[in-house]
């Protein structure tokens, strides 16, 4: 009963995880896109932080731009593995740690939400914008959180 209880709440962290970032993403997206023209900058903090609207035709933080379709084709490999992988653990009774879950949900909901862009638009919407890095958005912070996440756990040495 208790691993029933324990596989419900992994599912419902999964799932709950993906579609926070998903849903944040395309709001904070959307509330960028109807207040900012295509390259205006707002400043949050001269200099230092401004919200930035780009249309990114690269992967993450605006890197391999103009590739086309090819980054259509990589976040739906990507989304399927990342799925299959959560219930190939689930289905064989193997225990895959919550910081695993979470991670590889940030990174299915970050691949989701920029995915839907790509489609949508043919580009991904950017916008937050450091100055000393390419501008992204919040589906690009969770696929990269993700993915530290689930490098930290990878490296993490077991202790005794």
Request: hydrophobic share 55%.
């Amino acid at each position: 009963m208790r691993d029933l209880k324990r596989s419900q709440f992994d599912m419902i962290l999964a799932v709950l995880s993906t579609l926070t970032v998903v849903l944040l993403d395309r709001a904070t997206k959307y509330f960028f896109m109807n207040v900012l023209s295509l390259g205006e900058s707002f400043p949050v903090i001269r200099n230092v932080f401004h919200m930035t609207l780009v249309h990114n035709t690269g992967i993450a933080f605006g890197f391999f731009k103009e590739h086309g379709s090819v980054f259509i084709i990589i976040p739906i490999i990507a989304t399927i593995l990342l799925v299959f992988n959560i219930f190939y653990y689930k289905h064989n009774d193997e225990a895959l740690s919550r910081s695993y879950i979470l991670g590889f949900s940030l990174i299915l909901g970050g691949a989701v939400g920029n995915l839907i862009d790509r489609i949508r638009f043919g580009y991904v919407i950017d916008f937050i914008d450091f100055r000393v890095w390419p501008v992204f958005n919040i589906a690009d912070s969770a696929i990269t959180i993700g993915a530290v996440i689930i490098a930290w756990k990878c490296f993490q040495v077991k202790q005794n």
